[in-house]
């Protein structure tokens, strides 16, 4: 069976530029989650989707994030414009919403802004 | 407040030795969950274990073990006779209620395994 799938799995851009990040769920899963990951903050989860339906968007950092999920199988996270301290590892995961099944990580976008 | 410790930041030993991962957590809930997760240096993140509030009973799978114990409020993780592709970091988590999304992570132990 085939994972979470995300592109691209490294991305280097300038400061200013709009940065966007892909995420292909694990098919049959109902829940998706874009989080980061640094050396100083540990994992953080910055947006929740259910059922396609953004339920949770506290940990967006600040309103140059974006996240969208416009079908089942599809979501994007974009940083517009990036900054150098937006410089991480996002991953996307994905599970089924019952029983709290676990969630299911991709590879990781490894996202420098110069 | 719910809260997962993993105190050990790193641990070193040498391959075939045994080696034990401490989770410790916190949580006011009688349901609840606990995850091990895996992330080796090519960085992905793999799920390893899920175990709910109500089943006490330790898992083996083949090196691997975990035993959970609720009077100690610990879920501790157990790979015998160690090898080099174990090294990675672990991350023990929790989340709460069915329904609850929200996984609380530990801060990870680091575990290299030296030839």
């Known amino acids: 069976d085939a994972g979470v799938i995300q592109s691209p799995r490294h991305e280097v851009t300038e400061m200013g530029q709009e940065v966007t990040l892909r995420c292909k769920p694990i098919?049959?899963?109902?829940?998706l989650f874009w989080y980061r990951q640094t050396m100083m903050r540990g994992l953080e989860l910055l947006i929740y989707f259910n059922n396609n339906v953004p339920i949770d968007d506290s940990g967006m950092p600040e309103d140059r994030f974006s996240a969208k999920m416009p079908n089942a199988s599809f979501s994007t996270l974009k940083i517009q414009p990036s900054e150098p301290r937006d410089s991480a590892v996002y991953f996307c995961?994905?599970?089924?919403?019952?029983?709290?099944?676990?969630?299911?990580f991709g590879d990781g976008t490894r996202l420098s802004i110069l | 407040a719910q809260k997962v410790t993993q105190a050990q930041t790193e641990i070193s030993v040498v391959e075939k030795e045994d080696v034990t991962l401490d989770c410790v957590y916190e949580?006011?809930?009688?349901?609840?969950?606990l995850f091990w997760y895996k992330q080796p240096p090519s960085g992905e993140l793999v799920f390893l274990i899920r175990r709910n509030s109500f089943d006490e009973q330790n898992e083996i799978s083949g090196r691997y073990s975990w035993n959970f114990q609720k009077s100690t409020s610990s879920f501790n993780f157990t790979i015998t006779a160690s090898q080099v592709v174990d090294s990675a970091v672990y991350f023990c988590?929790?989340?709460?209620?069915?329904?609850?999304?929200?996984?609380?992570w530990g801060a990870g132990t680091k575990l290299i395994i030296k030839p």
């Open positions: 988590a929790l989340s709460e209620p069915p329904g609850n999304y929200q996984l609380i």
């Open positions: 949580t006011r809930d009688t349901t609840y969950y």
């Open positions: 995961a994905s599970s089924l919403y019952q029983s709290n099944q676990p969630q299911h």
């Open positions: 098919s049959g899963h109902n829940s």
